[in-house]
């Protein structure tokens, strides 16, 4: 399959204010986030041409930028407004949405007090995150792993956070796995290099305290599914070789929605009824037909 380039494409991004022909979406190669990293992003997705959680995520926007030291120029209602007229107007009612809101050119060097914030939004069509993610996809351990909390903005959605994720998972997928399994600055488990991570040990869901990574809707959506379903749910610090006791494993985010773990390292496992019943009752919540607030 060719690949087609993300700058060439048909549609539309609404950019500072306004829809933007696709092509027309650029900026200068001296922008400051793309020297310095100061850009705060979201995944989203949109189901049927409503976006999944869109309050949550366009809210997480604003805090994001504001932990960076900046203020996006929108409130979170002109975010929701801007981000269903890009929905509406690429045509896709189920695709993945992308807001980013960055430092513009006016400054170049470390300090950039008064360079112009700008936020656009992009939409496109994107399926399964992982291919084949119903049978449980295989994942290695990464190279690097999750900076202390006091080393790195952890709580923001920061783009520079994920320059260790993209090393992951390039490594990853060279050796013939999906993804990496990050472990933190302690050596604990931590998240793959874009989804949290749960574990089904005996019928109990365990999943790592995001103390120094994000907090993920979809990890919190999950969260309130779970409890509906009387399953409980434990958040605290897990050991890598407490992978032995989990019998099923699973990610959660908004591009990997729900995807079955089948392998991690040395350890193994059998995508199972947890799963299964999350995975539904996940599908069932985007579709608008329960409504589960986050946890």
């Not at 890009?86 to 430092?103: E, L, S």
């Not at 070789?241 to 390292?265: N, Y």
Request: charged share 25%; aromatic share 10%.
């Amino acid at each position: 399959m060719a690949l087609v380039p993300f700058d060439d494409r048909d549609g539309w991004i609404w950019y500072d204010g306004k829809l933007t022909p696709w092509r027309d979406a650029k900026f200068h190669v001296l922008t400051h986030a793309i020297h310095y990293g100061s850009a705060v992003f979201e995944g989203e997705r949109a189901y049927g041409g409503k976006v999944f959680k869109l309050r949550e995520h366009s809210q997480r926007l604003i805090d994001s930028g504001r932990i960076l030291g900046f203020e996006i120029p929108y409130t979170v209602d002109e975010i929701d407004a801007a981000t269903n007229e890009v929905v509406a107007a690429n045509g896709a009612p189920d695709c993945y949405v992308r807001p980013i809101a960055w430092r513009g050119s006016e400054m170049m060097g470390v300090s950039a007090q008064q360079s112009k914030i700008h936020l656009a939004i992009a939409t496109w069509a994107w399926g399964n995150y992982f291919a084949d993610k119903d049978k449980g996809i295989r994942l290695t351990w990464a190279k690097y792993s999750r900076p202390a909390p006091n080393t790195a903005p952890t709580k923001s959605k920061a783009a520079g956070l994920y320059m260790i994720c993209t090393i992951s998972k390039h490594e990853a997928e060279g050796a013939g796995y999906a993804d990496a399994l990050m472990l933190d600055w302690r050596g604990q488990v931590a998240e793959a290099t874009g989804a949290n991570v749960f574990l089904a040990i005996d019928g109990v869901l365990h999943t790592p305290k995001p103390d120094c990574f994000l907090d993920g809707i979809t990890r919190r959506t999950v969260i309130g599914l779970a409890k509906n379903r009387q399953i409980q749910v434990v958040e605290r610090a897990i050991w890598p070789d407490e992978l032995a006791r989990a019998q099923e494993v699973f990610l959660t985010g908004t591009a990997a929605e729900i995807t079955p773990v089948s392998e991690i390292g040395e350890y193994k496992f059998t995508p199972g009824a947890i799963t299964s019943a999350l995975m539904d009752d996940f599908g069932r919540a985007t579709r608008g037909e329960i409504d589960v607030p986050i946890a």
